[in-house]
């Protein structure tokens, strides 16, 4: 965890978890893109992120102690 790997790895992960709930909540709007409420949206987005680098601090200690991955 106290690795520039790790915070890579974690950053990297976070950056993809937040841009996969932008396309999700996009995604499954029925109105188009201009009509979404991206204040809410990017909530959404920095919460997933968050919870993302929480689940890699989670996943320190187990598998390459270099890596922010679970395996």
């Given at each position: 965890?106290?690795?520039?790997?790790?915070?890579?790895?974690?950053?990297?992960?976070?950056?993809?978890t937040a841009a996969q709930a932008?396309?999700?909540?996009?995604?499954?709007?029925?109105?188009?893109?201009?009509?979404?409420?991206?204040?809410?949206?990017?909530?959404?987005?920095?919460?997933?992120?968050?919870?993302s680098v929480l689940m890699s601090?989670?996943?320190?200690?187990?598998?390459?102690?270099?890596?922010?991955?679970i395996l």
């Amino acid at each position: 965890m106290f690795t520039i790997t790790f915070w890579k790895d974690a950053g990297e992960r976070a950056l993809r978890t937040a841009a996969q709930a932008l396309i999700a909540l996009w995604a499954t709007g029925v109105t188009g893109i201009l009509d979404v409420d991206w204040a809410q949206a990017g909530s959404v987005a920095v919460f997933a992120s968050v919870m993302s680098v929480l689940m890699s601090v989670a996943a320190t200690g187990r598998g390459n102690k270099e890596s922010a991955s679970i395996l």
